[in-house]
C-alpha cells in the first residue's frame, strides 16, 4: 500500500523556512510514490521507493549462488532531489564498505557473498547517476554507479553509514568553502540561519499563537558552566518564562527554546572529555543548541522559572519530576496518540544535521516534565526525554500538532499500534529501561525475583525486544537493554552477552551507547571474561565512569598490571558503595590485593579493612581474609599470618583453601616448622588438586625454589617448564621462565654445574637447551664450557656434535671459523681427519686473526699428514716456523720416513734446556726420546753422541727413565737389546702428547672466558 505526499489543506506542517531553504540541496524529497515497508526504515535520508528491479547478475564464478542480504545486514538508502542525490549503506556488512573511483564511477565493494537488493536504486537512481552494476565473486560484491557529466562526488563515513554524495559541479569561484578538505560535509547550524533570509510568517506556522514569545530583537543569553562530579551543569539565565525541551539523540544533547534569544557561548563549554562539540542557531521563533556529549551518562533538568539549568553527565538533579502521560486516541477514527505535556508551546520542525531525518520537538514550561522511556510505533517514535516531548523517525506524512496541553500525533491512515496498547502504557513500570546512575553500575535490585515470576517477567521483556529487533537498524535499543539487564540481575551474563553482541551487530550505532557498553561489560566481566570487556572499557563512552573504572581495575588486577589496577581502582572509588554488597566486598579485596604487590601497605590495610565490613557471605568474608593474611605477612608478623593462613584452609571451596594451603605450607617452611620433604609433598598435592590458575603458577615457582635450594636442579627446571609452558603469556609464568632462565646460565655460565658428572651435565643441558639456551654470545660460550667438560673424559663424539650445531646453525663470520676450529680439533682427536679438513674447509673466511689462522693452518696440515698427504702439509705449512709447526712438520718428515730432518727440527725445538737443572718437561721429554731415535734410525751416531752429552743427566729424574736411556744409547747397542729400543720408540706416543696438550688448551680457553667475564661489571638494574 503507498500513499500521495500531497500536504492536506489542514496540515500543520509549517512552510519552508530559511534553514530548510539552505539545505535544499541536501534535503528536499522528490513527490513520487513511497513503498510503506522502505520509509518506515528512513532515518538518515528520506528514501522514496518507485518499484522494486531485479538485481544484477553477478560477473563472477557461475556456480556461485549469491543470497539477498537482508536489511540488517546491508541497507541502501537513496535521497533525492532535483538538483543532487545521496546513497547510504547501512548494516553489519554496510558500513563496513570502502569506495573508490575509478575512471569516472565510484566503486562501492561489500565484504562476503550477500548481495544488495538494488531494486529501489536501480528503477528511480538519484540525480547525478546514469547506471547502476553489480559485480560479485567468492569475496565481495562490487556496486558500480556511474557518474553523469555535470556532476561530482564525494564519500565517506558518517553515523555508522557509508555515503556517496552527488552534487552538480559548481563554478570555482562560487564554489562554497566548507572549511574541509577531505570531503566531509560539516554543516553549521548558526551559518545556515545567518545565509538564508527569512521570509514572513504564515499563520498556520503558530499551533498556540498565545503562548509564543517573540522578541522583535533578539536579547542575549549568556550561559554559565559549572563542572559537577562527573558531569557539567549548564545554566540559561531568561529575562522572563522560556519552555524548554531536552533530550538525548545519538551523540547530541538537544536543548531546544521556545524564543529567539542569541546565545553567548562560554569557552569552557566544549572542555573535551564530556562536551566535545556546540552548535547552535535561532530561527522562526526558536533557539536550538546541540551538545556533542557522545560520553555521558545521564541528562537531567531543572528550572525555577526564569533559569534553566541542564546537567550532562554526572548524577541526575534531585527533584520531582512529572512523568508525561501517553495515551491512545481512536476518537478520529483510526489510532493516533496523544501526548498530555502541561505547559505545551508549539511545534518546532528542526531537521537533524548528523542524522538527516526532521524532528517535532515540542518544548513546555516549568516544573519539570519527562518521557524516561521511549515509546515506538512503526510510523514514529516519541524520543525519551528530560524535558519536553521530541517525536523523531516519522514518516513523511505523519502529523503532530498541539492543542493546550495536549499534543496529537496522527497520520491520515492512522498508526500502527498494537490493539493493547501495552507497547505504550506498560501495566508493569519494571519491564521500561530506565538508564543506570553509572553506565558500569550493577544495581542492588536487579538480581529479585520479579512479583509476577521469572518466566512471566522474561517472557515479556523478550517480546518487546523481539518487536524493538524488527525495526530495522535505526530502531531505539531500550527493550533489548532492559532484558539484558534483567538477564545479569538472574545471573543469565552468557544470554545477555548474547542479547548485547546481537543488538550492536544488528545497531551499530548502539555502540556509541554508553548503557549498552557499560552493561556489556558487566555480563562479560560476570563471566571472567575480562579480556573481551577491555575494548568497550577502553571506549571513550566509558572512559570517565567511574563503575566502569573499578571494572577495569578488577580485569588489571586479574591479569597482573597491578600498578594499573591501582589507578583505575582510585579513580573509580566513589562509585563503590553503589554496587551490591557482595561485589563491594570482591574490588575491595582486589584493591587491597593490587596495592599489596605495590608495596603500598597503608592502602591495601585500609581497603581489606573495607571489603571484610562489606562481605555478607563467609565465602566473601573467607576470600577477604586471604588477602588480609598476606598483608599480615607482607607487615612482618609471619606466625599470626600462619595461623590465618591455617583456618581460611579449611574452607568448604576449594579456589580459597587451596591458595590459603599454599600460603601456609610455604610459611612454615621458612619458618623451620616443615622440612622440605614435608613442603614439597603437601605442595605437590595442591598442584594437582587445583589446576589451571594463578594458584598453580604459585605452586609451581614455590616448589621450583625449594628445588633449586637443595640442588635438585633437574626437579626444578622440570617442574618449572610445565607452569611456563601451561600458562604462557601470563605475568607469573613470565616470571617463571626468567627464573629458568637465570638457573640455567648459572648452572652452565655460573659454574653450579661443574659439581655434577659431566655426562650428568650434557644430560641435563640437552633436555632444556631448546628452552633455555640463551641467543648470542652467553649461549655460545655455555656451549664451549660443556664441550670442554666433554673433552676431558673423552666424549668425543658429543663434544662434536654440539660445536657442529653451532658452525652450522648458530654462528657466522669469525666466531664461526674459530669455533670451527676447536671442532676440527676434536675431530681429529677422535681420529676422524676427514671431518676435520670438511670443517676447516666449509669456513674459510677472509681477514681472520692471525692466531686463528695459524691454528687453522696447523690443525689443515695435522689432518692431511693423517690422511697420509704429507707434501700437502708441508705445503699447508709453508714458512711458518713457530713452535707449533715444527711440531706438525717433524711429525710430517717422521711419516715420509725422512728421519734425518725430523730429528734436526725436533732437536731444535728442545733448544738450550739442557743448559738448566731440574726434570724435563714432558712434552720435551717426548721430543728428545724421538729425536734420538730419529738419529739412531738415520745411523747418525755424532749427532746421538750430542744428544747423549747434553741431555744423558736427564735419564734419572725422567717420568720413563728406561726409554730415554735406551734412546740416548750409542749405535752398538752396548747392553740394550732390539726388544728395548722398540719399547722405547712405543713410550714415546706423539699423537698422545699432541691430545694432552690439545686438553689443556681447551682447558686454558675456557679459564680465560670465564677471567674475562668476570671482569665485565654486573649491569645496573631498576
Not at 759 to 776: V, Y
Request: proline letters at 5%.
Amino acid at each position: 500500500m503507498s500513499r500521495d505526499r500531497k500536504p492536506s489543506v489542514n496540515s500543520t506542517e509549517p512552510p519552508v523556512r530559511p534553514m530548510d531553504r539552505a539545505r535544499m540541496l541536501l534535503d528536499t524529497p522528490k513527490a513520487a510514490k513511497r513503498s510503506l515497508n522502505l520509509s518506515l526504515r528512513t532515518s538518515a535520508i528520506v528514501a522514496v521507493t518507485v518499484g522494486m528491479g531485479m538485481a544484477g547478475l553477478a560477473f563472477g564464478d557461475p556456480a556461485l549462488i549469491p543470497q539477498i542480504a537482508p536489511r540488517s545486514e546491508i541497507d541502501i538508502r537513496v535521497g533525492r532531489n532535483k538538483q543532487s542525490g545521496r546513497v547510504e549503506i547501512y548494516g553489519a556488512i554496510g558500513s563496513r564498505a570502502s569506495v573508490r573511483r575509478d575512471n569516472g564511477q565510484v566503486v562501492v565493494r561489500l565484504p562476503g557473498q550477500m548481495r544488495p537488493d538494488l531494486g529501489d536504486i536501480r528503477a528511480n537512481p538519484p540525480a547525478g547517476v546514469k547506471s547502476v552494476d553489480l559485480k560479485s565473486d567468492a569475496r565481495a560484491s562490487e556496486l558500480w554507479l556511474t557518474i553523469a557529466d555535470g556532476f561530482e562526488t564525494h564519500f565517506g563515513r558518517e553515523d555508522g553509514a557509508v555515503f556517496v554524495q552527488i552534487d552538480p559541479k559548481a563554478v570555482d569561484d562560487q564554489r562554497p568553502d566548507d572549511g574541509k578538505s577531505d570531503g566531509k560535509v560539516v554543516v553549521n547550524l548558526q551559518d545556515l540561519a545567518k545565509d538564508a533570509p527569512k521570509p514572513a510568517s504564515k499563520p498556520t506556522d503558530l499551533a498556540n499563537p498565545s503562548r509564543v514569545n517573540r522578541a522583535p530583537t533578539a536579547p542575549v543569553v549568556a550561559l554559565d558552566v559549572a563542572s559537577v562530579d562527573g558531569g557539567v551543569d549548564i545554566s540559561f539565565p531568561f529575562e522572563g518564562p522560556a519552555a524548554a525541551a531536552i533530550f538525548r539523540r545519538g551523540d547530541s544533547v538537544w536543548v531546544v527554546f521556545d524564543q529567539e534569544v542569541d546565545l553567548r557561548l562560554p569557552g569552557n563549554l566544549k572542555d573535551g572529555m564530556i562536551i566535545q562539540d556546540a552548535q547552535w542557531t535561532r530561527n522562526d521563533g526558536f533557539t536550538a543548541l546541540r551538545l556533542k556529549a557522545p560520553t555521558a551518562g545521564s541528562l537531567s533538568a531543572v528550572n525555577d522559572g526564569l533559569v534553566w539549568c541542564v546537567r550532562v553527565g554526572g548524577k541526575p538533579f534531585d527533584g520531582h519530576v512529572a512523568e508525561v502521560n501517553v495515551v491512545r486516541d481512536d476518537s478520529s477514527g483510526v489510532p493516533g496518540l496523544n501526548i498530555n505535556l502541561a505547559g505545551a508551546t508549539r511545534v518546532a520542525w528542526i531537521r537533524d544535521p548528523s542524522v538527516g531525518d526532521r524532528m517535532a520537538i515540542v518544548p513546555a514550561r516549568g516544573p519539570i516534565k519527562n518521557l524516561s522511556t521511549s515509546r515506538t510505533t512503526l510510523e514514529a517514535t516519541l524520543a525519551s526525554t528530560a524535558q519536553g516531548a521530541a517525536i523523531v523517525h516519522m514518516t513523511p506524512d505523519v502529523k503532530v500538532k498541539v492543542d493546550g496541553d495536549l499534543i496529537e500525533i496522527s497520520r491520515p491512515g492512522g498508526l500502527t499500534l498494537s490493539k493493547s496498547g501495552s507497547g505504550l502504557s506498560p501495566s508493569d513500570a519494571a519491564l521500561a529501561y530506565k538508564n543506570a546512575l553509572y553506565p558500569g553500575l550493577m544495581n542492588p535490585d536487579w538480581s529479585a525475583t520479579p512479583p509476577e515470576g521469572f518466566l512471566s517477567r522474561y517472557n515479556a521483556l523478550q517480546a518487546a525486544a523481539a518487536d524493538e529487533g524488527n525495526l530495522g537498524s535505526a530502531a531505539p535499543t531500550k527493550a533489548r537493554l532492559a532484558l539484558a539487564r534483567f538477564l545479569v540481575g538472574q545471573g543469565l551474563n552468557y544470554e545477555a552477552q548474547g542479547v548485547l553482541d546481537l543488538l550492536v551487530k544488528t545497531s551499530p550505532r548502539g555502540q556509541d551507547d554508553p548503557q549498552v557498553r557499560g552493561l556489556r561489560v558487566l555480563a562479560r566481566m560476570l563471566t571472567g571474561r575480562f579480556a573481551a570487556a577491555t575494548g568497550d572499557l577502553a571506549s571513550s563512552q566509558l572512559i570517565n565512569d567511574p563503575a566502569s573504572r573499578l571494572w577495569s581495575g578488577y580485569s588489571e588486577m586479574k591479569a597482573g598490571r597491578y600498578a594499573d589496577a591501582v589507578k583505575d581502582f582510585k579513580f573509580g572509588l566513589r562509585a563503590l558503595d553503589q554496587f551490591p554488597l557482595e561485589w563491594r566486598a570482591r574490588i575491595g579485596s582486589a584493591y587491597a590485593f593490587a596495592a599489596l604487590q605495590q608495596n603500598d601497605l597503608v592502602t591495601a590495610q585500609a581497603m581489606i579493612t573495607y571489603a571484610i565490613g562489606q562481605a555478607q557471605s563467609s565465602l566473601d568474608k573467607l576470600g577477604a581474609y586471604l588477602v588480609d593474611a598476606q598483608i599480615i605477612e607482607a607487615q612482618g608478623d609471619k606466625a599470626r599470618a600462619l595461623k590465618v593462613y591455617q583456618a581460611v584452609a579449611r574452607a568448604s571451596d576449594d579456589g580459597i583453601a587451596t591458595p590459603a594451603a599454599m600460603h601456609a605450607a610455604v610459611l612454615a617452611y621458612d619458618l623451620k616448622k616443615a622440612t622440605s620433604a614435608q613442603t614439597l609433598a603437601a605442595l605437590d598435592s595442591l598442584r594437582f588438586r587445583w589446576r589451571g590458575d594463578d594458584t598453580e603458577l604459585q605452586l609451581i615457582g614455590s616448589m621450583g625454589q625449594i628445588y633449586l635450594s637443595e640442588g635438585r636442579y633437574r626437579e626444578a627446571l622440570m617442574v618449572m617448564k610445565s607452569g611456563g609452558q601451561s600458562f604462557a603469556g601470563q605475568p607469573q609464568a613470565t616470571q617463571i621462565q626468567a627464573s629458568m632462565n637465570q638457573t640455567f646460565r648459572a648452572l652452565f655460565l655460573g659454574g653450579m654445574a661443574d659439581g655434577l658428572q659431566p655426562i650428568e651435565a650434557l644430560a641435563l643441558f640437552n633436555d632444556f637447551k631448546k628452552d633455555l639456551t640463551p641467543i648470542g654470545a652467553d649461549g655460545d660460550e655455555m656451549v664451549r664450557r660443556i664441550v670442554r667438560r666433554l673433552v676431558d673424559v673423552d666424549l668425543l663424539d658429543q663434544a662434536a656434535e654440539l660445536l657442529d650445531y653451532q658452525v652450522n646453525h648458530r654462528l657466522d663470520g669469525v666466531a664461526r671459523s674459530s669455533v670451527a676450529s676447536d671442532l676440527a680439533a676434536i675431530y681429529l682427536m677422535n681420529h676422524n681427519p676427514q671431518k676435520a679438513l670438511q670443517a676447516l674447509w666449509n669456513t674459510r673466511t677472509t681477514l681472520l686473526p692471525k692466531a686463528v689462522m695459524a691454528e687453522r693452518r696447523i690443525l689443515e696440515a695435522r689432518a692431511l699428514n693423517e690422511l697420509n698427504e704429507p707434501d700437502k702439509a708441508l705445503d699447508v705449512l709453508s714458512s711458518d716456523n713457530s713452535p707449533d709447526a715444527d711440531d706438525v712438520r717433524a711429525d710430517v718428515y717422521w711419516n715420509k720416513q725422512d728421519y734425518a730432518r725430523a730429528g734436526a727440527i725436533l732437536e731444535r725445538r728442545l733448544g738450550d734446556i739442557w743448559k738448566k737443572g731440574g726434570p724435563l718437561a714432558q712434552g720435551d721429554e717426548g721430543r728428545l726420546i724421538r729425536a734420538a731415535v730419529a738419529y739412531s734410525l738415520q745411523k747418525d751416531q755424532p749427532s746421538l753422541t750430542r744428544l747423549s752429552t747434553r741431555f744423558g743427566k736427564f735419564a734419572d729424574t725422567a717420568s720413563a727413565p728406561d726409554a730415554v736411556r735406551v734412546a740416548l744409547a750409542p749405535l752398538d747397542g752396548g747392553t740394550l737389546s732390539a726388544k728395548d729400543f722398540a719399547a722405547s720408540a712405543a713410550a714415546n706416543d706423539s699423537f698422545a702428547g699432541w691430545v694432552s696438550g690439545m686438553k689443556k688448551k681447551f682447558r686454558q680457553k675456557d679459564d680465560a672466558a670465564a677471567k674475562a667475564a668476570s671482569a665485565v661489571p654486573p649491569a645496573k638494574t631498576a
